[in-house]
């Protein structure tokens, strides 16, 4: 008699266990490494990624809450700031350990879009798989500018979609359950649910999940719609275009926190700028040797994608087949829409890092099972994340979140003891006003002195006036009410920054613009 192998014999809370285990120790790493590159000024101190650390901070102040949002209202990523927060950790400590968790939370989805265990499956070694290619993509990515065609390193931030990244996931992962298992109805309404507050909080999911996979899902249906299979593909579609209506319908309500509607982010008659735009940065990203490599792999997961979508069709295999279709389907929907919209911006393309992942969730669906994947790719992922985490990761992550920053603490001290209201332009305003005692006391405001109502409290500017300005290499020259020059004041030297501190008579905060 044969033996059974020896992974049947473990048990599933352990390989589960295991697996979770693992994904912790690459998030880790990975926010380690890229948090030891230029890329940790946009995770750390980038004026957009401190959005999230601002509500929390005013919340915590006790303000009275009336934010000026873009399109995107950050909701899932605030309250998990706001949850870390309660560590203790600081501000740079809990952007990291966001980080983290984002990661492990993808992991999570991943492993949801795998499917549910079963006789010859491997579904935590596929998630481990990709996750560790998602690991090897963020950490190819070291450049500070945020407008970089560096998709993946922007899940580690709280301001660049990261949820909607993870619901993107996840959404095909209900997919798949729902089809896999076509007689229960739980995974419709889970789907609606997810899309739902993910277009409430950030109707780009509208463009990432809702349009692609109603596709698929839906071209499911239709080859299918005499099985049990195609009639759940049809609720399934159903309930994601519903989910998503709803999402937009709830948001009505919240139209006067909304500052930007995201209409003007749109020229399709832009389309071949656009287009330039995005192969410029395409040839940035292939011109750096790390880029090439990361590009290259890209490209031949997008290609597996496609095999796999074919092979496991063959088989029947509708539910990991659905997935690996998402995963070279969404890709070219998003990229292709970015582009007819006339589009200029790389955040946008998120899923060309994200989906292609999907082929390797269902690698195990493909491969023999004599191959063993999963043990193999568990126990191995799980030996080197573990000690890669110990030995590097942490030690990094604790040097990132506690690296003194003498020029910002000059003006964070300045600040507080002065006891006293100033102001700065957002690029040069925003990290300090993250740290000070009390965030309401720098305002954010235009290089008139008109308070900026941009991802932003407005109730900051009930103020009404200021004494004193922060300026950088950042800022514009101000042009003060009341003749009243930059050279009026005293200068206080902060390092890169510069504190004009005009004492009597205050400066009046002009009316406010977004």
């Known amino acids: 008699m044969t033996a059974a192998p020896a992974e049947s014999r473990s048990p599933i809370w352990a ?35 401190l959005a999230t650390t601002l509500v929390v901070r005013s919340l915590a102040a006790g303000q009275p809450q009336d934010w000026a949002m873009s399109t995107v209202l950050f909701v899932p990523e605030t309250a998990m ?39 010859g499956s491997a579904p ?56 896999d298992a076509p007689a229960r109805r739980r995974h419709a309404w889970a789907i609606a649910a997810v899309a739902a507050a993910s277009v409430f909080t950030n109707p780009m999911f509208l463009a990432w999940a809702t349009v692609p996979l109603s596709l698929v899902v839906a071209a499911t249906a239709l080859v299918r719609r005499r099985t049990d299979a195609g009639r759940a593909a049809a609720i399934l579609v159903v309930a994601l275009i519903a989910g998503s209506v709803a999402g937009l319908i709830a948001r009505i309500p919240l139209g006067r926190l909304i500052a930007n509607t995201g209409a003007g982010y749109a020229d399709p008659s832009a ?47 509708i539910g990991p087949a659905v997935v690996a279709a998402c995963g070279w389907i969404v890709p070219v929907v998003v990229t292709v829409g970015a582009i007819a919209l006339g589009t200029h911006a790389a955040r946008y393309l998120q899923p060309i890092a994200f989906a292609p992942l999907l082929g390797l969730v269902v690698l195990p669906d493909v491969v023999a099972r004599r191959v063993h994947l999963g043990r193999v790719a568990v126990i191995g992922a799980t030996t080197v994340a573990l000690v890669a985490a110990g030995v590097f990761g942490i030690p990094r992550l604790v040097s990132a979140a506690s690296t003194p920053d003498a020029d910002l603490a000059c003006v964070v001290e300045w600040t507080d003891a002065s006891g006293r209201a100033g102001a700065g332009q957002f690029w040069t305003v925003r990290l300090p006003k993250a740290h000070a005692a009390d965030p309401r006391s720098l305002v954010q405001v235009d290089h008139e002195l008109r308070g900026y109502a941009w991802l932003v409290n407005r109730d900051d500017f009930a103020v009404g006036e200021v004494s004193f300005l922060v300026v950088d290499d950042e800022s514009v020259p101000f042009r003060l009410p009341g003749g009243v020059t930059e050279a009026d004041a005293s200068a206080v030297d902060c390092g890169r920054y510069t504190i004009l501190d005009f004492g009597e008579p205050t400066l009046p905060l002009g009316p406010q613009r977004s």
């Open 124 to 179: 935590v070694g596929g998630s481990l798989l990709a996750l560790t290619a998602f690991a090897v993509f963020a950490m190819t990515e070291a450049s500070a500018d945020r407008d970089a065609l560096e998709p993946a390193s922007l899940l580690l931030t709280t301001t660049y979609y990261s949820a909607t990244v993870i619901a993107m996931v996840l959404a095909v992962g209900l997919i798949r359950r729902g089809l």
């Open 15 to 49: 390989r589960e266990a295991m697996g979770a285990g693992a994904a912790l120790a690459v998030a880790v790493v990975t926010a380690a490494v890229v948090a030891s590159t230029p890329r940790a000024e946009l995770l750390l101190r980038d004026g957009d990624s």
């Open 271 to 317: 389309w071949w700028e656009s287009l330039g735009y995005y192969a410029g940065l395409a040839a940035d990203r292939v011109a750096d040797p790390a880029g090439a490599v990361a590009a290259l792999a890209g490209l031949a997961l997008w290609l597996w994608c496609v095999r796999a979508s074919v092979v496991l069709a063959r088989r029947d295999r």
């Open 81 to 119: 700031v706001g949850a870390l927060s309660l560590l203790g950790l600081g501000v740079e400590g809990t952007l990291l350990l966001a980080a983290v968790a984002s990661v492990l939370a993808l992991y999570g989805a991943l492993r949801f879009a795998a499917g549910a265990r079963r006789p």
